[in-house]
């Protein structure tokens, strides 16, 4: 992660949310809604990295989507949306071909009988009756999520974009799930492991976090020596690994703390908020 360019100051700051910009709670403080604003005026840009599918940034104006500029653009789902919270719009997708997505889907639930399944896709979500689903009544949440049966599910149609597959089984410990459904996707996925209690969540082949913000980097002419990215579990690794410099929050899975080049105060204490007003504002 750290580069000879490890003490300049960068051109973007690239965040996770749950866990590492938002609170517990998923709520922005005052702290770093001042900070994280306070960012472009200092020639800073920002941009935020989550695994939230697209409809769960439309009440976050505080950190995207207040204006219809880049700073209203996200990356979301992993790396398998760009949306600009503004408009509404998903401006790129990067997923599953149906018919892929929906063999894995059958494959997964036949090694997982008692699990559910869900699909994000570029026009909200598809969740069988069997998906354990705890977001319902959160913001954005409800209105953009189908309940589909197991063999709705594999008929789907061929236009959408399937940007991840969603496994749920909650009897299953984390680690023990996270491995045996490793062990049947293969080559065929990437298994993304975000905090939440056995929850799989599979994107295509090729589609992480990093490689989108990398791209995204390009397109403004942003080399990865110019770039700061902070995170809190093991799905913002390759982000953290491929920026210049990558910062763990206090609270971060083990595996993020031991690999990342820095370390911040936890997400309830603004570490992320802090620890840029100390060395860029």
């Not at 750290?2 to 517990?24: C, F, I, M, Q, W």
């Not at 695994?51 to 995207?64: M, Y």
């Not at 071909?97 to 699909?119: I, K, Q, T, W």
């Amino acid at each position: 992660m750290a580069s000879s360019h490890d003490d300049e100051r960068p051109h973007l700051v690239a965040s996770d949310l749950d866990g590492t910009l938002l609170r517990s709670d998923g709520s922005v403080s005052a702290r770093t809604g001042e900070v994280w604003s306070a960012l472009a005026g200092a020639g800073v840009e920002t941009v935020v990295v989550t695994a939230r599918p697209p409809r769960w940034l439309h009440h976050l104006s505080d950190i995207v989507g207040g204006t219809r500029d880049a700073h209203s653009v996200a990356i979301c789902g992993n790396g398998a949306f760009v949306y600009d919270v503004a408009d509404r719009v998903v401006l790129e997708s990067h997923g599953f071909e149906p018919g892929v997505a929906r063999g894995l889907v059958g494959d997964l639930l036949r090694e997982f009988p008692n699990a559910g399944a869900a699909v994000e896709t570029d026009r909200g979500m598809y969740r069988t009756r069997a998906y354990p689903d705890q977001h319902v009544g959160e913001p954005g949440h409800d209105t953009a999520v189908g309940d589909v049966t197991d063999c709705e599910l594999a008929e789907l149609p061929d236009d959408l974009v399937v940007g991840k597959i969603l496994i749920r089984d909650e009897a299953w410990s984390d680690d023990a799930f996270v491995a045996d459904v490793t062990q049947c996707l293969g080559e065929r996925g990437v298994l993304a492991y975000s905090g939440a209690g056995g929850l799989a969540e599979i994107s295509a082949p090729g589609v992480t976090k990093a490689v989108r913000l990398e791209a995204w980097c390009l397109e403004r002419g942003i080399g990865r020596e110019a770039v700061w990215a902070f995170g809190d579990m093991p799905n913002d690794l390759p982000m953290l690994d491929w920026a210049s410099r990558g910062v763990a929050v206090a609270n971060a899975h083990e595996d993020v703390l031991a690999a990342a080049d820095d370390r911040c105060a936890a997400n309830d204490e603004d570490g992320v908020a802090e620890y840029l007003a100390r060395r860029l504002l």
